[in-house]
Nanobody, 117 residues
Framework: QLQLVESGGGLVQPGGSLRLSCAAS????????IGWFRQAPGKERVGVLC??SKGDSVKGRFTISRDNAKNTVYLQMSSLKPEDTAVYYC????????????????WGRGTQVTVSA
């Protein structure tokens, strides 16, 4: 059974940081493109950051990275804002994919991130 399990969400103050993890089981992430997506209340799920099977990180206010040895993907979030509040999902695909929901096949159940004072 192919599974992705997110963890690390929670309540954080504006300007704070949080690191989300996504552990894969039933398959190895080496050959997969990986993405983090988020869905705010009442809004559609949208892409946050994605990396190809060959990529190991993309850096910015949010940084996506992978550790193939641990079969885990991370999303490091900094300078968080209230508008970053959402359920965050990780996803995987064997395809060469754009960072859009329809391109990804394997999904986790999500972890809640709330940014509030």
């Amino acid at each position: 059974q192919l599974q992705l399990v997110e963890s690390g969400g929670g309540l954080v103050q504006p300007g704070g940081s949080l690191r989300l993890s996504c552990a894969a089981s039933g398959f190895t992430l080496d050959d997969y493109a990986i993405g983090w997506f988020r869905q705010a209340p009442g809004k559609e799920r949208v892409g946050v950051l994605c990396i190809s099977s060959k990529g190991d990180s993309v850096k910015g206010r949010f940084t996506i990275s992978r550790d193939n040895a641990k079969n885990t993907v991370y999303l490091q979030m900094s300078s968080l804002k209230p508008e970053d509040t959402a359920v965050y999902y990780c996803a995987a695909t064997l395809k060469q994919a754009m960072c859009v929901v329809r391109s990804y096949d394997i999904w986790g159940r999500g972890t809640q991130v709330t940014v509030s004072a």
